[in-house]
């Protein structure tokens, strides 16, 4: 693992943290699109020599993670009027003591999986803090929209521990991958501008008229 | 070849329906696919194919079993459609029909998968192509059930994705020719993989999945979904989208039982089990929706179906048949509602009682569905439930298979008090007298008439490919 990719990849983990102590929902957005940018650089980083397929999966990561995604999630806000504010169900304060101990726990298991690649450690701890800060977020954030932005830093944490299987796991399953996330984030993203019209505002809180009396 | 037509002749279907602006075209475009569909069925069990794109694509016993659930339960549904569509017009439009095509499609897609990432991409699309058909009324009750559906089922899914990197991890160790992620090549080479990972991938891929199927306690989604969407969409979920979920879970519990690894995953199968029946039997009781009381019905099966593989040996068979019933009684029971539910406009037990008068055919049919979903004999999901329930006890679970039973008559009684009530009972307000439309009845009295079939007599092939079922899951036949 090269110097670049190590630094790429704690990055990934400060966008996390930016996430959990913003109060400002375009500044998720943006955060979201940064760690997509860095999880496009680093399969390009990652390995030594150059191949079709690692660009290939470096420029669908750019177009679909970087620039798609926050395209549309800010035009959600846009359209819909969603208010500005993130509106936390627990405090920034606590959410970011939260991550970090997540971060920290996810770090002290990683070398505990062996796994045969090389920097494969660090890769694990990654993946593992990015898979439960999206868990911190999508539960401790009322509006829709920040949860999908919970959801996509799950996915993305998905997405680094699967960069230990692209030399074995054929490219047609990482295409794969990114469509799902794409067309699901799209379908979720049509969802939540139809909450925003029916309720007048974007939070999940409202949806409660269904349960057991 | 034919194999691959299982799922692009649904796939095609789904564009060409979408082109068509007239409905009638996209009803009749609708049938013609489930007939083709379950014709290519009929010959893939005929002559068995060959597995094709380099072994990713094949038609195996269990996989072929549901495949045929799946097809079967499709053709009834699309024929229940056009008297479905004739009545209600979607506000979806055009979508309604595309999306049930392409639901079929990815619903193939995941019974023919032998490589475990491609079933999941199947899995993560009948997840999407589901979302639009519970939505279709556009209201704000069915918005917020597709929310909650698309939230837990995609972190669901996220979590099955990560079982399955963890089960590519597993196989590093494997011999250099091993395919990465096909089933044959993974249990061939079962007693190289890493067990840890092994384990990992299991735990990952029974919370994924088993959030898509509903189990007790990842089951949130369930009742609210399942009281929203439209019956015929209901009945798709509770048969279809759970088979083949529970699909995922079979696929990777074979791994394990060729890796030795059974008694690891065998109380975690237990436990989702019993979980499920008691949450199933405290919720029934007093249920004021069918539709809702379905779901909660369709919450104890999953667990039925978990605790069969569980215990292993004859509930391994047992479990399988009971995909086949289970699927067979939903698509009844929720085809059955959803007449009662076009003649009055309410699934609310209390506003629909005596409709032993102005429904007949329906009302007998619901009571029939009771009794088939609930497991009386003469019919099929007695089998199989008392075959799971003899595996309990000859694998030396008698405590739990009291248990059990005792939940299962639970669930009997709560369920027969609201479906009797709706049966018989006063009309209190007066349901028209209606005309029942053959095309609404055809698709419920089929699949009455298959699960009580099953009651009595298994047909030669399908007893041959449950005893190979069987056998892949490290079981045995009766």
């Given at each position: 693992m090269t110097q670049i990719a190590s630094s790429l990849l704690l990055l990934v983990v400060l966008a996390d943290f930016v996430v959990l102590g913003t109060s400002r929902m375009s500044t998720c957005i943006r955060a979201i699109g940064v760690q997509g940018l860095l999880l496009a650089g680093l399969p390009v980083f990652l390995h030594a020599?150059?191949?079709?397929?690692?660009?290939?999966?470096?420029?669908?990561?750019?177009?679909?993670?970087a620039v798609g995604l926050p395209w549309f999630l800010s035009w959600a806000i846009r359209e819909a009027n969603v208010r500005r504010e993130v509106e936390p169900l627990v405090g920034f304060v606590p959410s970011l003591l939260i991550g970090a101990v997540m971060v920290a726990g996810s770090f002290a298991v990683a070398p505990t999986l062996p796994l045969p690649v090389q920097g494969g450690t660090l890769l694990v701890a990654v993946a593992l803090s990015n898979v439960l800060t999206g868990l911190v977020v999508l539960t401790s954030r009322l509006k829709a929209v920040t949860q999908v932005v919970g959801y996509l830093m799950l996915e993305n944490g998905i997405y680094v521990f699967g960069l230990t299987q692209t030399q074995r796991v054929p490219f047609l399953l990482e295409l794969g991958v990114l469509l799902d996330v794409?067309?699901?984030?799209?379908?979720?993203?049509?969802?939540?501008?139809?909450i925003n019209r029916e309720f007048d505002s974007m939070s999940s809180s409202h949806l409660e008229e269904l349960r057991e009396p | 070849?034919?194999?691959?037509?299982?799922?692009?002749?649904?796939?095609?279907?789904?564009?060409?329906?979408?082109?068509?602006?007239?409905?009638?075209?996209?009803?009749?475009?609708?049938?013609?696919?489930?007939?083709?569909?379950?014709?290519?069925?009929?010959?893939?069990?005929?002559?068995?194919?060959?597995?094709?794109?380099?072994?990713?694509?094949?038609?195996?016993?269990?996989?072929?079993?549901?495949?045929?659930?799946?097809?079967?339960?499709?053709?009834?549904?699309?024929?229940?459609?056009?008297?479905?569509?004739?009545?209600?017009?979607?506000?979806?439009?055009?979508?309604?029909?595309?999306c049930l095509l392409a639901?079929?499609?990815?619903?193939?897609?995941?019974t023919l998968s032998q490589h475990l990432g491609v079933l999941w991409v199947g899995m993560e699309a009948t997840t999407l192509s589901v979302a639009p058909l519970i939505y279709h009324r556009q209201d704000r009750r069915s918005l917020e059930a597709v929310w909650k559906y698309l939230m837990l089922s995609s972190v669901g899914i996220a979590l099955a994705l990560l079982g399955v990197f963890f089960l590519a991890t597993a196989q590093f160790?494997?011999?250099?020719?091993?395919?990465?992620?096909?089933?044959?090549?993974?249990?061939?080479?079962?007693?190289?993989?890493?067990?840890?990972?092994?384990?990992?991938?299991?735990?990952?891929?029974?919370?994924?999945y088993g959030t898509k199927m509903g189990l007790a306690p990842l089951h949130s989604w369930k009742p609210d979904t399942y009281g929203e969407a439209p019956s015929l969409v209901g009945g798709l979920m509770a048969g279809v989208l759970t088979s083949c979920a529970f699909l995922g879970i079979v696929r990777v519990f074979q791994v394990l039982v060729a890796a030795g690894l059974a008694p690891f995953a065998q109380p975690l199968l237990l436990t989702f089990g019993i979980i499920s029946l008691v949450v199933a039997a405290a919720f029934v009781l007093g249920q004021a929706d069918v539709k809702r009381l379905l779901a909660y019905s369709s919450i104890e099966h999953m667990g039925l179906l978990v605790l069969g593989l569980g215990f292993g040996g004859v509930g391994a068979y047992g479990t399988v048949l009971h995909v086949v019933n289970n699927a067979l009684a939903k698509g009844?029971?929720?085809?059955?509602?959803?007449?009662?539910?076009?003649?009055?406009?309410?699934?609310?037990?209390?506003?629909?009682?005596?409709?032993?008068?102005?429904?007949?055919?329906?009302?007998?049919?619901?009571?029939?569905?009771?009794?088939?979903?609930?497991?009386?004999?003469?019919?099929?999901?007695?089998?199989?439930?008392?075959?799971?329930?003899?595996?309990?006890?000859?694998?030396?679970?008698?405590?739990?298979?009291?248990?059990?039973?005792?939940?299962?008559?639970?669930?009997?009684?709560?369920?027969?008090?609201?479906?009797?009530?709706?049966?018989?009972?006063?009309?209190?307000?007066?349901?028209?007298?209606?005309?029942?439309?053959?095309?609404?009845l055809a698709g419920p009295v089929i699949l009455a008439g298959a699960v009580l079939m099953l009651g009595v007599y298994i047909p030669a092939p399908l007893g041959r490919a449950l005893a190979g079922a069987a056998a892949a899951l490290g079981g045995v036949s009766p």
């Amino acid at each position: 693992m090269t110097q670049i990719a190590s630094s790429l990849l704690l990055l990934v983990v400060l966008a996390d943290f930016v996430v959990l102590g913003t109060s400002r929902m375009s500044t998720c957005i943006r955060a979201i699109g940064v760690q997509g940018l860095l999880l496009a650089g680093l399969p390009v980083f990652l390995h030594a020599e150059w191949s079709v397929h690692m660009a290939g999966l470096a420029l669908g990561t750019a177009a679909v993670k970087a620039v798609g995604l926050p395209w549309f999630l800010s035009w959600a806000i846009r359209e819909a009027n969603v208010r500005r504010e993130v509106e936390p169900l627990v405090g920034f304060v606590p959410s970011l003591l939260i991550g970090a101990v997540m971060v920290a726990g996810s770090f002290a298991v990683a070398p505990t999986l062996p796994l045969p690649v090389q920097g494969g450690t660090l890769l694990v701890a990654v993946a593992l803090s990015n898979v439960l800060t999206g868990l911190v977020v999508l539960t401790s954030r009322l509006k829709a929209v920040t949860q999908v932005v919970g959801y996509l830093m799950l996915e993305n944490g998905i997405y680094v521990f699967g960069l230990t299987q692209t030399q074995r796991v054929p490219f047609l399953l990482e295409l794969g991958v990114l469509l799902d996330v794409f067309v699901g984030v799209f379908i979720m993203g049509i969802v939540v501008f139809h909450i925003n019209r029916e309720f007048d505002s974007m939070s999940s809180s409202h949806l409660e008229e269904l349960r057991e009396p | 070849m034919i194999v691959l037509a299982l799922i692009l002749v649904p796939a095609f279907a789904a564009l060409g329906a979408y082109a068509h602006r007239e409905s009638a075209f996209r009803t009749g475009w609708l049938v013609v696919a489930a007939v083709v569909h379950a014709g290519l069925v009929g010959v893939v069990w005929a002559a068995p194919p060959e597995p094709v794109l380099g072994g990713w694509i094949a038609a195996d016993a269990i996989g072929l079993i549901v495949l045929s659930v799946v097809s079967g339960l499709f053709l009834m549904a699309a024929i229940y459609a056009v008297g479905y569509l004739r009545r209600e017009t979607p506000r979806g439009g055009r979508a309604f029909v595309s999306c049930l095509l392409a639901f079929l499609g990815a619903a193939s897609l995941v019974t023919l998968s032998q490589h475990l990432g491609v079933l999941w991409v199947g899995m993560e699309a009948t997840t999407l192509s589901v979302a639009p058909l519970i939505y279709h009324r556009q209201d704000r009750r069915s918005l917020e059930a597709v929310w909650k559906y698309l939230m837990l089922s995609s972190v669901g899914i996220a979590l099955a994705l990560l079982g399955v990197f963890f089960l590519a991890t597993a196989q590093f160790a494997a011999p250099p020719g091993a395919r990465p992620l096909v089933l044959p090549d993974l249990v061939r080479d079962a007693s190289r993989l890493t067990p840890s990972w092994l384990e990992a991938a299991f735990v990952f891929l029974l919370a994924g999945y088993g959030t898509k199927m509903g189990l007790a306690p990842l089951h949130s989604w369930k009742p609210d979904t399942y009281g929203e969407a439209p019956s015929l969409v209901g009945g798709l979920m509770a048969g279809v989208l759970t088979s083949c979920a529970f699909l995922g879970i079979v696929r990777v519990f074979q791994v394990l039982v060729a890796a030795g690894l059974a008694p690891f995953a065998q109380p975690l199968l237990l436990t989702f089990g019993i979980i499920s029946l008691v949450v199933a039997a405290a919720f029934v009781l007093g249920q004021a929706d069918v539709k809702r009381l379905l779901a909660y019905s369709s919450i104890e099966h999953m667990g039925l179906l978990v605790l069969g593989l569980g215990f292993g040996g004859v509930g391994a068979y047992g479990t399988v048949l009971h995909v086949v019933n289970n699927a067979l009684a939903k698509g009844l029971l929720f085809l059955a509602v959803g007449n009662v539910v076009l003649a009055t406009g309410t699934s609310l037990v209390a506003e629909i009682k005596g409709l032993h008068r102005a429904l007949p055919a329906s009302a007998a049919l619901l009571v029939v569905g009771l009794l088939a979903a609930t497991g009386s004999p003469p019919f099929g999901s007695f089998v199989s439930e008392f075959t799971i329930l003899r595996s309990a006890v000859a694998s030396g679970h008698v405590v739990m298979a009291l248990v059990i039973a005792g939940l299962i008559v639970m669930i009997f009684a709560g369920m027969g008090r609201s479906v009797l009530r709706v049966f018989h009972g006063d009309p209190g307000r007066a349901v028209a007298a209606h005309a029942e439309d053959i095309w609404l009845l055809a698709g419920p009295v089929i699949l009455a008439g298959a699960v009580l079939m099953l009651g009595v007599y298994i047909p030669a092939p399908l007893g041959r490919a449950l005893a190979g079922a069987a056998a892949a899951l490290g079981g045995v036949s009766p």
